[in-house]
């Protein structure tokens, strides 16, 4: 069992019984970045384990001077960061790209870990970006990758591994990496961790009337031919 993030405070609970049903045991975890939609859960499960085991927690540990640069979020990635240090369970920071992690017939790849030099939108571009592959298939999950991170993967040393069947968009579909970014790469499915009114861009006054930038994604997927979208909103799925 690996798990991805995990979500937001409130999501704890749902977590914890998702977890239990598959035995209570997680293999790896990744943490992407520290952003409360996506530590949150896990910061209450590190509170109070209860039945559940973690073997290994991977994350990429920003320093105070990058986890201070964004207001609203220091004191929460604080506590986060102490109660990983407290809670027995055996983390690695990655502070380097190009680390690969196997587990039974699936193999992580970490293509990219922060960036304390980008200090705009500093916690998503600062996205740990892992490819995930098996014999039969391939997955790339962005976290909440910024146009600025997207640009340095195109033209790191990993812009291969970028090439995937199942591609995470980046920061739920909107405003995340670059249009140029998918238009390069090769992918043939999305998954969007992304809730109905971030993927329709409405707050209460009808389909795209926000801010978002989430239609333009949507549509700028539509003309790549993809057809294939796994959208979290509408429950749960099981790619086979």
């Not at 998702?18 to 910061?43: E, I, Q, R």
């Not at 384990?49 to 640069?69: C, M, N, R, V």
């Not at 690695?92 to 200090?119: R, W």
Request: charged residues 25%; glycine residues 10%; contains cysteine.
């Amino acid at each position: 069992v690996a798990v991805m993030d995990g979500g937001g405070k409130e999501e704890a609970n749902y977590l914890r019984g998702f977890l239990a049903a598959l035995g209570n045991k997680v293999d790896v975890w990744f943490v992407s970045h520290p952003h409360a939609d996506h530590v949150g859960a896990l910061t209450e499960i590190l509170k109070d384990p209860k039945d559940l085991t973690i073997e290994k927690i991977y994350h990429s540990e920003f320093s105070p001077q990058l986890y201070g640069a964004e207001a609203g979020s220091k004191e929460g990635v604080e506590k986060f960061y102490e109660l990983l240090k407290k809670s027995g369970i055996s983390v690695e920071d990655v502070k380097s790209a190009g680390l690969v992690i196997k587990l039974d017939q699936t193999s992580f790849k970490i293509l990219g870990v922060k960036n304390e030099d980008l200090t705009m939108n500093p916690y998503n571009n600062s996205s740990m970006i892992i490819r995930v592959w098996d014999q039969a298939k391939s997955m790339v999950f962005l976290g909440d990758c910024g146009s600025e991170e997207g640009d340095r993967l195109l033209s790191g040393p990993f812009r291969k591994d970028l090439d995937c069947d199942y591609l995470q968009v980046a920061h739920h579909g909107q405003q995340g990496a670059s249009k140029k970014f998918y238009r390069t790469i090769k992918f043939k499915a999305c998954l969007w961790p992304t809730p109905s009114w971030v993927y329709n861009n409405g707050i209460g006054k009808g389909f795209n009337t926000h801010i978002l930038k989430t239609i333009e994604i949507r549509d700028l997927i539509d003309s790549l031919g993809i057809t294939e979208n796994y959208v979290s909103y509408k429950g749960l799925y099981k790619i086979r």
